[in-house]
Structure formats: structure tokens, C-alpha cells
């Protein structure tokens, strides 16, 4: 593992995974350790207002906070495939075993899915999970059409992916016009998010930008959070192997509608297994963690599981 500047490289099947710091400072000795998964097509920045509330609570160093770009995104577009659910879990016990430490597990969206994956993979090297508006799902269909699926459900965000774009200010301005995020970009996480949405370009040669995402990697990793059976069970396998887990979902959608991923009767006849502590936060799905009060809602469970005696 070599680190430049807040950026740790971790070596993993088929190249280097990049990894944030966003620890606010140099780790304290033995200070616990949070490893954070991102979205589907998002990167690991988006964990900045989230680190930065942990670090106001708890002073600088006290907690090393590391989220990876996961690969086929931002800094680790480079990362060759295999893609899938179960390449991430491998390259998160990766960080987990370069770190030394137990990690507690954190994760949004998709990344939720991979957290509960690896917490049932690899049940003895992280501390609990915390599964933010993700993790849990619902059957899918036997003729599931996935990219039919996947922009149904992400729309714009998968949309983005084939569009070009002629500069960074551009791309903001795509982002500024999304329902559930543009508002946030005038609120006081502003500028944490400004750097994340800019995180996802890359220059196309041609004088324009494109996203940092690697199509196939978001095909192969939707097809999993969609349908994969042992994605689907990762919760209530960690549990069984003993690892806390808690799950915070979103009160609005991904465009801001009234109807979340999840609700009440949603989480009622998914059947959450015994013991997983639920909470409701009057967010939206980008929102939850990315402004308030979903940033504070998450770190609330962060220092839970910090807490929590083992």
C-alpha cells in the first residue's frame, strides 16, 4: 500500500484500488477504523460531508475514514473487471487486511449491498455495518431486463453515462437541474459535493468530459443489487455469523418523490432479521448522505457501532 497526498493505492485483483482518507488528519494510534462503499455510480468523495461530521464530533485523527473509489469508478476506472457485487466485498477485505484493523462497514445504495456482502463473506474482520437506504432487497423477476431495471430505477445517474460533456462546469450544471441533489448543491455541504460530482470526470481526448464509470462494471454490478441470490441473503447471513448491523432508510426517492426505496410495509414483508436496529431519516436517497439531516442521522449510527462494547 503506498499513500500520496489523502489518497492510499490498495492492490487488488486486476490493478490498484484508490482509496480516500478523509480521516481529517493523521490516524491516531489504534484509532478505529471506518470503511465506506459508495453507490453505484458514484465515488468515494461522496463520503466527505459524512467524515467531516465525524471528525467535527470527535476530533481530528480520533477515527481513520477511508472510502474507496470502488473499481470501474473515479480513480479506479482502471481497475479491469471481473465486475460484480462479490469483487467489491474481495477488494474491501483488500483495505480491511492492508489497515490492520476491524473496520466498522458503512454503505449507501448499492454500496449497502456490498457492505452487507462482505460483512457475510468475511464476518470475522469488520466490526458491524451500517446500510444506508440500500442492502435489503426485493425479489426480482425471472426475465429481469437489467438495463431496462437499472434506469428505471437510477434514471438520470445511468443516463450521464454515455453523455459528453464540454467542461466540469457543465457537468455541474447537468447536476444542479437533478430533483433530489441540485438543491444541495446551494446548501452547506455545497462545496463537498461540487468536489465529488467533479471526481467522476475524466477528459475524453476530444476536448470534452465523460464520466470516470465503466459501463459493463455498472451492468454486472446492477445485475447483482437486482437479482443475485446470495447478494439478497448477505444481511441475514451476517447476522447469523454475529455482526450488528444497522439500516437507515430514506423517507424520498432519488428524484425527491414522497415514495422512498423503502417504507414501512416494504420493510415489513421483506421480513428484516431480528436484531437489525431500523431507523427513518427525512431524506431523500442522496440526501441521506450528503445534507441534513441525513449526514448527522448516519454518524449517529457510525459512533453507535464505534461505541458498541465487543
Same mark, same amino acid.
Given at each position: 500500500?503506498?499513500?500520496?497526498? +489523502? ?6 485483483? %486486476? %490493478?490498484?484500488? #484508490? ?76 483495505? #480491511?487486511? +492492508? ?12 454500496? #449497502?449491498?456490498?457492505? %452487507?456482502?462482505? #460483512? ?16 435489503? *432487497? ?43 441533489? %441540485? ?22 481526448? +476530444? ?38 448491523? +444497522? ?35 427525512? *431524506? ?27
Amino acid at each position: 500500500m503506498s499513500q500520496t497526498a +489523502e489518497i492510499l493505492e490498495v492492490d487488488v485483483e %486486476g %490493478g490498484q484500488l #484508490a482509496v480516500h482518507d478523509l480521516s481529517g488528519g493523521p490516524a491516531r494510534h489504534g484509532a478505529p477504523v471506518v470503511l465506506a462503499a459508495h453507490g453505484i455510480t458514484a465515488n468515494g468523495l461522496m463520503w466527505r460531508p459524512v467524515a467531516d461530521e465525524l471528525v467535527r464530533r470527535r476530533g481530528s485523527g480520533a477515527v481513520r475514514f477511508l472510502a474507496p473509489d470502488l473499481r470501474g469508478r473515479g480513480a479506479s476506472n482502471t481497475v479491469t473487471g471481473p465486475f460484480g457485487l462479490a469483487c467489491h466485498a474481495a477488494d474491501l477485505v483488500a483495505v #480491511a487486511a +492492508e489497515v490492520g484493523d476491524c473496520p466498522v462497514l458503512v454503505g449507501h445504495s448499492m454500496g #449497502a449491498f456490498i457492505a %452487507g456482502l462482505t #460483512a457475510a463473506t468475511a464476518p470475522g474482520s469488520f466490526r458491524s455495518a451500517v446500510l444506508v437506504d440500500g442492502g435489503l *432487497a426485493f425479489p426480482a423477476p425471472a426475465d429481469l431486463d437489467i438495463d431496462a431495471a437499472l434506469q428505471a430505477v437510477i434514471g438520470p445517474a445511468m443516463q450521464r453515462l454515455s453523455m459528453r460533456f464540454e467542461s466540469p462546469e457543465a457537468y455541474l450544471g447537468f447536476w444542479a437541474q437533478h430533483p433530489a441533489l %441540485g438543491p444541495a448543491l446551494q446548501g452547506p455541504q455545497g462545496d463537498a459535493i461540487r468536489d465529488y460530482i467533479r471526481h467522476d470526470l475524466v477528459e475524453d481526448g +476530444e476536448g470534452g468530459w465523460r464520466s470516470t464509470c465503466v459501463l459493463d462494471a455498472i451492468r454486472a454490478d446492477g445485475a447483482d443489487v437486482l437479482a443475485d441470490q446470495r447478494t439478497h441473503g448477505s444481511v441475514a447471513e451476517a447476522v447469523s455469523h454475529g455482526v450488528p448491523v +444497522e439500516f437507515l432508510w430514506a423517507h424520498r426517492g432519488l428524484l425527491d418523490e414522497p415514495q422512498g426505496l423503502y417504507d414501512e410495509g416494504r420493510l415489513a414483508a421483506l421480513d428484516v432479521p431480528s436484531g437489525v436496529r431500523v431507523s427513518e431519516v427525512d *431524506a431523500n436517497h442522496y440526501t441521506v448522505v450528503l445534507g441534513e439531516p441525513g449526514v448527522s442521522a448516519v454518524v449517529d449510527a457510525i459512533e453507535r457501532q464505534l461505541d458498541a462494547v465487543r
